[in-house]
Structure formats: structure tokens, C-alpha cells
């Protein structure tokens, strides 16, 4: 697109003083100074026209301007040879006339183009009002215009190809009003630019009008007058073309379509009643005559009645399409919740009248959020209108697909129960949305986890719609891109966690969170090197709950940021304290604290780390925070950016439970991890017998993480055996039953400042 370069407001200014100037001179001057006036009017005039559209519009804009242009060239050529040739301009006009004027109707074209080109550009609604309102207009203005100006001018003079080419430049100039009113009356910026071609085209009509009276004898007028008002035309239309606000007339405008106010009714029923009132007063004339007159004023009872009806349907349309809107999704136009609970309400008595059941499919796709935030949200539409189209391919005329939430769909079917169409229709829907979706950035590949909820009819529809999203949360957690039934244990479920979701809000304003730390202890030494801080949770309403129970719960509600916080900064200040009671010369103790998959894509959690690092003045070598390779495998660029910037702010990462969840030996490299912890279920099967599969795995991860640099942590170590075992293998640090459990930090203090004997013992 080309550079567009702006006009300031002084070129404006500046264009219509010497316009006013020189239309002065024209209007009053000398008469040896009108000419020249007359002229720089037109000069100036083709100038701005070149000048204002090219540095205020980009290239594919300036269409209706170069028509605008054009006609302004026609218009002075048709006035250089008038001047240049008086006999074309003589009264009564004679076959010379017709010189100038081979250049005028064409201009006129042009003009009428431009302006076209400016309707289609800026008007945004198809049915508009202001289209029939505008013709209206111009209908009352031509019936008027024939009846007291052409009618009379042809009938008093004789009819020649003369006259009639000049009595029909009033007509043509009603068209042109007829346009810019509609550019008026369509809404939009009624900006400068705007009502100077309002003044430009009134300009027109009446010198026009003028110049028929004239030349058809009907008035007796100086040229000069006609001549005054075409340059004031020449003035409006390129200071139009220099105002910034031009931008407006070939750029879509909103368009507000309001209630039919007081003003335009009143022109409406003008327009309306003049032309019956005159065609009923005037006396009869010629055959011709009355017949273009008739036909006019048919022509404005039928614009009329068009109106009428075409507001009646744009009524109706805009109706229809809220009913649609509050009754159907706007990306997929899929039903919405609203309609797919009352569909499944109407189906309810007929279905136990005929024995068969209601069946609800749940579908929700697994780790949809990942798509938003990789590719965006236009890339996640896409796949969601994709999704809806494969699942409207796999059902039945007489089920409905409904969409209830970002990617929440729900198919709804009735059937007989013996068919089990429901779990069949699970099952093919699983496999139709693991192929691969074909979107813009290319092909995308998802699972979708599906819950199923069946009635006889006896359920709410709101109520089947909720047992159906149960079964699908059991089927996201039995490992995603599976199908669920529900069953009555399933609502005994959620009810539960509903209960444990409400006790675990203010959990922490209640002094209801505790912090317990397990010792991590170097194996070759059997001194204590630092204590994994795990979070606990004793309910006043529901006693000590688990933390598999209450941590998943705090992560799906995004609570486990703000826990997360408070366990960070709990650890760091107990970590202090066990500082202050080492002796000199003892080791450097660490503490080792759990980050959640929802605060290692939360932005704070870098800045909360580096605030607590320069508040307490903690050594960042001493906290050590731990990622599950699970969390960061789902999104691992994201998790990079905000590993990396942990990492450079000293801190030591751990991956957590290594070898459980992905595969992800490839990409430990990638991570800025200075710690590995082999995950309990290696570490349990070990030191038992030499044929164990276990055993090379975890003398692998040992070879290739020492390889890279990393210490190694084995969690759940529980016998002497397993100990023994990884001594042998070279393990760094050992965590587990066999050297304490996660306590109270007063239960560990022994740990700070071991007696000889007790270090003794644990080496």
C-alpha cells in the first residue's frame, strides 16, 4: 500500500480564502478581472484534485477522487470553448450548444460514478433505509423539477434536441443530490468533506436549473450569475478533496440504523403529498405530459410502498436473527446451552411414552488451551468449527450438536436403550477427532475426553447436561482421550470435592496449612544436605486431608498460586532459621520446594522469586525448586521462557518424579535443570534381585544425567537394600522412609545439629 502522507488543516484554509477571494472577484469585480478569477477558480480547483487524494489516500481508496478528477477536466474544457466560442452560448441556443456540452454530460457521468463509488465503499448495510429515502427525494425533486421547469421550457419554446439536453440538466443533477443524500442520510461520519459535496452538488442543481430557465427564455439572467454559482462548485468539491475528513468517504462507516425521527417523517410526507396535491391542482397539459407526470408520482407512491415493506422485512430479519443469536453459538452456529436444554426437555415425555432413553454426550477436548496460546485464538476458532463439522458428520437428522462453552460440545440422541447408540457414538467420536485437523498453520492433532449420561426421561435436562459433564472430569482423569459412564457414585463425588473445594478456600486464613519437610541426605556422607518442603492440609470440617485429595483441587481452581506463595515463602523462612543454628564449617543445607503446573505459567511466579531472594538475603543456591516433567512437557516453550528465567536468577531447578510421564530424555538437554529425582515407582523394585527391570533403568538415568552434569535425588527409598544399592550406582542424595518421613520442622532439629554418634549411625 502506498505511503500516505497527511495535509494539515492551514492547506484547507488556504483553499477556500482564495476561493472565496476569487469568487468575490467574480461575483462583484471588475469585468476585466473575472476572467482571470475565473480561471485560478479552476485552476486551483485541478490542482487540490491532484493534490488532496493523493497524500491523504492509499492507492486502492482514490478511485471515485480520479473520477471526480476527470470530470473537473471535462468541465474546463466545455468552459474554454464557450469562452473561446460565443455562438455556443447564445439565447435561444442554437445546434453549438451541443459543442460544450458532448463535454458536460459525460463530466457529469464521472461526477455520478464518483459518488457511487463513495456509497458502495461507505455504506454497510444492504437494506438501508437511506436508499429509498434519498430516491424519494429525488422523485419529489424531478416530478417538481418537470412539472414547473422542463414541461413549461419545452412546451413554450418547441421541442429540439437543444432544449431537451438542456432541460434534462436539472434532472441530471437531482440524480446527483439523490446520491449525496444518500451518503448523508446512510449514517456514519458526517464529516467537512461530506457537507462540502452536500453544497457542491446544491451549487450544480441550481445553476443548472438557472441556466434551463434562461435558455428556454422563462427568466431573464445574466450568464455571469450561472457562471458565479459553477465556480462556487468548483471551490466545495476540491476543498472536499484537501480535508482530512475525505477519508471518510471511501471507508466502511458503522452504520446505525435508528428510529424514523421527526425530521426525516416530515420530509417523508412532503415528499409523499406535494406531488399528489400538484398533480391533482395542475391543469391538464400535453399527452407527454401528463404521462411523465403520472409516471412520477407513480414512482413515488411505489418508493413509498417499498419502504414500507422493506422496513417491515428488515423488521422481521433482525427479529429472526436475535431469536438465532440467543438460541445458537455465533462462531460454530451450533445450538447453545439454552436450546439443547429445551430440546432435551420436549424430548422427555415422548421418550417414556416409547420406552427409549436420552443419551448425553459430553465432549470436551483435551488441552484445547494449549492451541490458544501456541497459535492463537483465530487458529483455536478454526479448530473449534472443525470440530463441530466432524461431529455434525457422525449423527443422526434427529440429534442435535450443541456447543456450551469454550470447547465444551454436547451431542444429545434418543434411542431405545437395547441399541446403545450412545456408546457406540463415543467410541467413533473418539477416533474421528484423534485424526488430524488440516487448519491454517497446518495439520493439528487432539484428543477429546467424553462423558456419558442416559435418562429414561424422568431427569431435568440441566440435570442430565451436568451428570454427562461428571462423567466426562472422570474421563479426563483416568489419562484423557477416553469415555466415561456415569453412574450415582460419580454425583457422591462431586458433591464430596464441591465440599472439599468450599473448606479449602481461606484454608490458609485459618491456620489450617501446615509445612512438613522430608530430609534429603547425601549418600556418601550420611549428612543431612536439605529437606523437600510438602504442603498439609488439617481440615477443621473434614480432618487431615491427603494432599493427592486437595492439591489437584487447588490447581484446577487456580488456588495453588497463592498457596504456592504462602509455601515458598514458609519454606525459605524455616530455611533460615535452620541456617542460624548450624555451626561454621557444617554444609550449606538447601530446601526444595513443589511448583504447580498453574504457577509455572503464571508471569508472577519469577518476579515473586527474585522479590524473596533480595528480601531475605537467601543464597539462591539454596532453594531448590521442583517441575514435574508432566508440567513441562505440555507446553515446553512456554515452560522454557520461564525456566530460563529462574535459572538466571541462581536458583537450582529439579525435575520431579523423572521417567512417569513423557518421554522426555530428548529434551532434558533443553532444560536449565541442575537436579534429577528418580521417581519412587523405579526405586521401589530395586536392590531386590539382579533380574529386576528396574535396575537398568535407573543405572541409565544415572549414567546420562551425571553425564550432562546433573545431581541425582532417588525418591522413596525405604529399605538398607535400596540404600546399599545406590551407594553402589553412585547416587548423589537419597530421600525417603529409611531416613525420616516429612515431619514438623521441631520434629527435625536433630537434623540441624547431629550429635557425633547420630552422624556416625547415618553414614
Not at 99 to 122: D, H, K, Q, T
Not at 607 to 633: F, K, Q, Y
Request: proline content about 4%.
Amino acid at each position: 500500500m502506498t505511503n500516505v502522507r497527511g495535509l494539515g488543516p492551514s492547506a484547507v484554509r488556504l483553499h477556500l480564502a482564495l476561493g472565496a477571494v476569487l469568487l468575490a472577484i467574480l461575483a462583484f469585480g471588475p469585468v476585466w478581472a473575472q476572467t482571470p478569477a475565473f480561471v485560478l477558480i479552476m485552476v486551483c480547483g485541478v490542482v487540490a484534485l491532484h493534490v488532496g487524494p493523493d497524500r491523504l489516500l492509499p492507492a486502492d481508496q482514490r478511485k471515485p477522487w480520479r473520477h471526480i478528477r476527470y470530470a473537473a477536466y471535462l468541465f474546463v474544457i466545455a468552459s474554454v470553448i464557450r469562452a473561446a466560442v460565443p455562438s455556443t452560448m447564445t439565447t435561444p441556443p442554437t445546434t453549438m450548444a451541443l459543442i460544450p456540452n458532448a463535454f458536460v454530460v459525460p463530466a457529469y457521468l464521472f461526477l455520478g460514478s464518483a459518488f457511487s463509488g463513495m456509497l458502495r465503499r461507505r455504506r454497510a448495510a444492504d437494506d438501508d433505509p437511506a436508499r429509498i429515502d434519498a430516491l424519494l427525494v429525488g422523485l419529489a425533486g424531478a416530478f417538481l423539477t418537470w412539472t414547473f421547469v422542463i414541461a413549461p421550457a419545452v412546451d413554450g419554446s418547441g421541442t429540439t434536441v437543444i432544449r431537451v439536453v438542456d432541460a434534462f440538466f436539472p434532472i441530471i443533477d437531482v440524480v446527483l443530490l439523490v446520491l449525496v443524500a444518500q451518503l448523508m442520510l446512510a449514517g456514519g461520519a458526517r464529516q467537512p468533506a461530506l457537507w462540502l459535496l452536500v453544497v457542491a452538488s446544491a451549487d450544480m442543481f441550481v445553476a443548472d436549473l438557472l441556466f434551463t430557465l434562461r435558455d428556454a427564455e422563462m427568466i431573464s439572467m445574466p450568464q455571469h450569475v450561472v457562471d458565479v454559482l459553477f465556480a462556487a462548485m468548483f471551490v466545495a468539491i476540491p476543498a472536499a478533496a484537501l480535508h482530512p475528513s475525505m477519508r471518510t468517504l471511501t471507508q466502511p462507516q458503522k452504520i446505525v440504523i435508528r428510529d424514523l425521527g421527526r425530521v426525516r417523517l416530515a420530509v417523508i410526507a412532503t415528499v409523499m403529498v406535494v406531488p399528489t396535491v400538484v398533480a391533482t391542482l395542475m391543469p391538464l397539459g400535453s399527452v407527454a405530459n401528463n404521462l411523465v407526470r403520472a409516471l412520477l408520482c407513480a414512482l413515488v407512491v411505489l418508493a413509498v410502498l417499498v419502504r414500507v415493506v422493506r422496513s417491515n422485512n428488515s423488521r422481521v430479519r433482525a427479529e429472526r436473527a436475535n431469536r438465532r443469536r440467543a438460541t445458537h453459538d455465533a462462531l460454530t452456529d451450533l445450538p447453545n446451552r439454552e436450546l439443547l436444554s429445551d430440546t432435551v426437555a420436549s424430548w422427555a415425555d415422548r421418550v417414556a411414552d416409547e420406552g427409549q432413553e436420552i443419551s448425553l454426550l459430553f465432549i470436551d477436548l483435551d488441552r484445547f488451551k494449549m492451541i490458544n496460546d501456541h497459535w492463537g485464538h483465530g487458529v483455536g476458532d478454526e479448530l473449534l468449527c472443525e470440530v463441530a463439522g466432524r461431529l455434525s458428520a457422525q449423527v443422526r437428522t434427529q440429534d442435535i450438536v450443541a456447543r456450551i462453552g469454550g470447547d465444551e460440545f454436547v451431542v444429545a440422541l434418543a434411542s431405545p436403550s437395547h441399541l446403545r447408540l450412545a456408546d457406540s457414538l463415543a467410541e467413533r467420536l473418539l477416533v474421528e477427532l484423534a485424526r488430524p485437523f488440516k487448519l491454517s498453520v497446518g495439520e493439528v492433532v487432539i484428543s477429546a475426553s467424553i462423558g456419558v449420561a442416559k435418562s429414561h426421561g424422568g431427569a431435568h435436562a440441566l440435570e442430565l447436561i451436568r451428570d454427562a459433564d461428571t462423567a466426562m472430569y472422570k474421563a479426563k482423569g483416568s489419562g484423557r482421550n477416553a469415555v466415561a459412564l456415569f453412574d450415582t457414585s460419580l454425583r457422591e463425588q462431586v458433591r464430596d470435592r464441591v465440599k472439599l473445594e468450599q473448606s479449602l478456600r481461606g484454608a490458609g486464613e485459618r491456620g489450617e496449612l501446615a509445612v512438613h519437610f522430608q530430609p534429603i541426605v547425601d549418600v556418601r556422607s550420611g549428612d543431612i544436605d536439605g529437606f523437600e518442603a510438602l504442603m498439609r492440609w488439617n481440615s477443621a470440617e473434614h480432618g487431615f486431608v491427603r494432599p493427592d485429595e486437595f492439591i489437584p483441587i487447588a490447581e484446577e481452581t487456580g488456588m495453588i498460586v497463592e498457596m504456592g506463595e504462602w509455601l515458598l515463602r514458609e519454606s525459605v523462612r524455616q530455611l533460615l532459621e535452620w541456617q542460624a543454628m548450624r555451626r561454621p564449617g557444617d554444609c550449606q543445607l538447601h530446601v526444595s520446594v513443589n511448583v504447580a503446573v498453574r504457577q509455572l505459567r503464571d508471569g508472577s511466579l519469577v518476579n515473586i522469586v527474585d522479590e524473596l531472594l533480595r528480601e531475605t538475603g537467601l543464597a539462591p543456591s539454596s532453594l531448590w525448586l521442583e517441575i514435574t516433567e508432566s508440567g513441562v512437557m505440555e507446553d515446553i516453550e512456554t515452560a522454557l521462557l520461564t525456566l530460563n528465567a529462574l535459572h538466571s536468577l541462581g536458583v537450582v531447578l529439579c525435575i520431579d518424579d523423572f521417567g512417569t510421564g513423557y518421554s522426555s530424555l530428548s529434551y532434558l538437554h533443553r532444560l536449565p535443570v541442575g537436579v534429577v529425582k528418580i521417581d519412587r515407582a523405579f526405586i521401589s523394585r530395586i536392590g531386590v534381585s539382579q533380574d529386576d527391570g528396574d535396575e537398568p533403568i535407573v543405572r541409565a538415568v544415572l549414567a546420562m544425567t551425571h553425564a550432562m552434569g546433573h545431581r541425582v535425588v532417588a525418591e522413596g527409598v525405604e529399605t538398607q537394600a535400596q540404600r546399599d544399592w545406590l551407594y553402589g550406582q553412585g547416587c548423589d542424595l537419597i530421600q525417603g522412609w529409611f531416613y525420616g518421613k516429612a515431619d514438623r520442622p521441631e520434629n527435625l532439629t536433630h537434623w540441624i545439629r547431629p550429635q557425633p554418634q547420630e552422624a556416625a549411625y547415618l553414614s
